[in-house]
């Protein structure tokens, strides 16, 4: 997916935002690019593309995902049946909602995915290799490429990890803080 | 390592509560503003078995699913005829309920769009980290807070501990000298700023806003310029807080107290950048090359000034951009080379968090006073408090005569998610901040301006510069 700039409203429309993630999700992912009005694949599209109809890796261009914060565009991607975007770089907010769900945001430079693209569009059948453990992404001709993802991250994935109960393992550093913050900036708690 | 710090990281530093090996810092939130579709949020916190940290701390708005038709505004919920759109704004009345936190909900004269109310009633303040439910969180930096949007996990992250993990962004100075020329107003500076630097420009980084430009703007139009942060990638935007900014905050409802006012104030003035403050990248711009700018495309970079033309694909030598080009001239029903004033458009929309305060309406009134519009034209006040002091000073009967629409508060026509929405193939002029494909209703084609550039193209019916008006 070679666009630039893809938002998460192009993900997930905004009128989906509203839908309880339950089974049929996976139905808003790229809706309006997807499907046309009549609710047709549109054939231009790649993921409706026979070779890539089964992906699980989207690579795709800079700023991926930006915009809104809606963490649906996660949900949907994953409903869909992805499993990590490969991308120059990432809309911030998405970056971070895609982390709390498993779903790994992969940096690589803007000339890799751009070779990436190229050998997935020549081979007949497409595939790479992603290893979150070893940190690398294997082309459909071998070449292997490292990724950096903070270790903490990586943990928490690699070991499903929810976050809120991780930080309150550390509820007396807050309690403590909080206690101070209370003293200096009274005003701050209403 | 140097002892000038921006406000940037004074702020940060001041919230540290512990830091992780990896070097991410737990970061004490102050506040975490949340609208309706928050609910995966609370949900979460419910089905992990988590309670709601510091209820006072945390504000819910009922903004995003609202209708803005006073009919039916007038009859509550029940106003709200669609059973899901409905539903959003029952589920974060309960969800608000059950935990004890304050809401501005329908039927509250203080209703409104989040990124309004929060400055509006001093709950957003200089030297806080705000974490907000939207991406348009960025809006309340204009005070000098750290302001960043997030989404649901991190939203139920904050309801439970009042914290979040955070690896600290680059930081970038965007700099504007010069004073504003006759016509252009902060949200031409924005997006003058968002085209030089780009969507993806500031990915990473928190921009702080400074030079002459900034100073001279009041507090309001410096939040339509963080408010639009987002658009150019960046985390968070923010400015300085000086006396303007002390003054604005002064006497508002959830403020310091007047008793402990001065202590908290000078607490703020100590907040500004060094004057040797390093920054990772740093942009100048002069405002006095800044003209009434225009969107013509689906990012907010693909602006130009009213006075150019449509951009011609076949001029840009970058293969990615030039099919970035050629889609949005095809989403957009354009022709290259076509002057930006001869595009007409359907429909006119004043309002959002970016352009939905008061000196919005003002500007509008001022451009359509004794004049008519020749397209539908919606207004939009950004709160309920908004509303009234515009009645007060007459602005909806200017605008009402003009053959405006004058509504009640809520994102409306920004999000086409409330029922107020384009069709297929219409085109609207804007004062909202984004023109993504299908943003204002599926199919539907967004051209990006200030309220008095949107207000000259309702009475033009076409895209037009305020300036020729203004002059007349």
């Known amino acids: 997916m070679d666009e630039l700039n893809v938002n998460t409203d192009r993900i997930l429309p905004a009128r989906f935002i509203k839908k309880p993630r339950e089974p049929g999700y996976q139905d808003f992912c790229f809706h309006d690019v997807r499907l046309d009005e009549d609710g047709k694949e549109r054939p231009e599209f790649i993921l409706n593309q026979a070779k890539y109809r089964d992906a699980q890796f989207i690579i795709g261009n800079t700023n991926f995902a930006c915009g809104s914060s809606r963490e649906g565009a996660v949900y949907t991607l994953q409903d869909f049946g992805l499993k990590a975007v490969i991308a120059p770089s990432f809309g911030d907010i998405f970056a971070s909602n895609a982390v709390k769900n498993g779903f790994v945001p992969i940096r690589l430079p803007e000339d890799v995915c751009a070779a990436l693209r190229h050998s997935l569009s020549e081979a007949n059948d497409p595939s790479i290799t992603v290893d979150l453990e070893n940190q690398t992404v294997t082309g459909p001709g071998g ?18 990890l929810g976050e809120i109960a991780l930080t309150l393992q550390e509820i007396d550093k807050i309690d403590e803080f909080d206690e101070a913050f209370r003293e200096e900036f009274p005003w701050l708690y209403g | 390592m ?37 609910f995966h949020a609370f949900a979460k916190i419910r089905a992990e078995g988590h309670a709601v940290r510091s209820p006072s701390q945390v504000f819910c708005f009922a903004d995003h699913y609202v209708p803005t038709e006073p009919e039916a505004r007038a009859k509550g919920l029940d106003g709200v005829k669609n059973p899901e759109i409905r539903a959003m704004v029952e589920i974060i009345t309960k969800d608000a309920e059950e935990f004890g936190i304050q809401l501005f909900g329908l039927g509250d004269i203080r209703q409104g769009i989040l990124h309004v109310v929060g400055p509006e009633q001093g709950i957003s303040q200089p030297g806080m980290i705000i974490a907000g439910a939207d991406s348009h969180t960025s809006t309340h930096g204009a005070l000098g807070a750290f302001a960043f949007g997030v989404g649901s996990s991190e939203s139920a992250h904050v309801l439970a501990t009042q914290a979040l993990w955070r690896q600290k962004p680059k930081t970038m100075r965007i700099d504007v000298s010069g004073a504003l020329p006759f016509g252009v107003s902060s949200k031409d500076v924005i997006l003058a700023i968002i085209g030089k630097v780009g969507a993806g420009g500031a990915v990473g980084h928190v921009i702080e806003y400074t030079g002459e430009a900034i100073r001279a703007m009041n507090v309001e139009q410096r939040m339509t310029v963080c408010n639009m942060s987002i658009e150019a990638g960046a985390r968070a935007g923010l400015i300085t807080p000086d006396e303007k900014v002390i003054e604005y905050v002064k006497g508002r409802p959830f403020a310091p107290k007047p008793e402990d006012f001065d202590k908290v104030a000078n607490w703020w003035r100590t907040l500004a950048s060094d004057d040797s403050a390093a920054y990772d990248q740093e942009v100048s711009l002069d405002a006095t090359d800044i003209a009434p700018m225009v969107t013509w495309g689906n990012s ?35 022709i290259p080379g076509t002057p930006m004033t001869e595009i007409a458009v359907d429909q006119v929309f004043i309002g959002s968090c970016t352009n939905g305060r008061i000196e919005d309406f003002r500007d509008a009134a001022e451009v359509v006073k004794g004049r008519k519009v020749t397209v539908p034209a919606l ?37 086409g998610i409330n029922g107020d929405d384009l069709r297929p193939g219409q085109r609207s002029a804007s004062t909202s901040n984004r023109n993504f494909e299908g943003r204002q209703g599926r199919g539907s084609r967004t051209h990006l301006v200030s309220p008095s550039m949107a207000a000259a193209a309702a009475v033009t019916g076409h895209l037009t510069d305020v300036r020729k008006l203004k002059e007349a």
């Open chain 1, 143 to 160: 070449e292997e490429h490292s990724f950096e993802i903070e270790p903490f991250q990586k943990h928490c994935i690699l070991n499903g």
């Open chain 2, 2 to 38: 140097s002892d000038q710090k921006t406000i940037f990281e004074k702020i940060w530093n001041r919230h540290v509560v512990t830091t992780r090996k990896d070097g991410a810092d737990l970061l004490y939130i102050d506040r975490l503003l949340s609208q309706e579709n928050t």
């Open chain 2, 300 to 334: 907010p970079e693909d602006v130009v000034a009213i006075t150019d033309v449509v951009p011609d694909p076949a001029q840009e030598p970058d293969a990615n951009r030039r099919a970035k080009l050629e889609r949005a001239i095809s989403y957009m029903d354009l």
């Open chain 2, 379 to 415: 207004a939009v006040p950004a709160t309920g408090l908004v509303k009234k002091q515009a009645e007060d000073e007459g602005l909806d009967k200017i605008l009402l005569e003009a053959g405006f629409e004058w509504r009640e508060p809520g994102c409306s026509m920004c999000v």
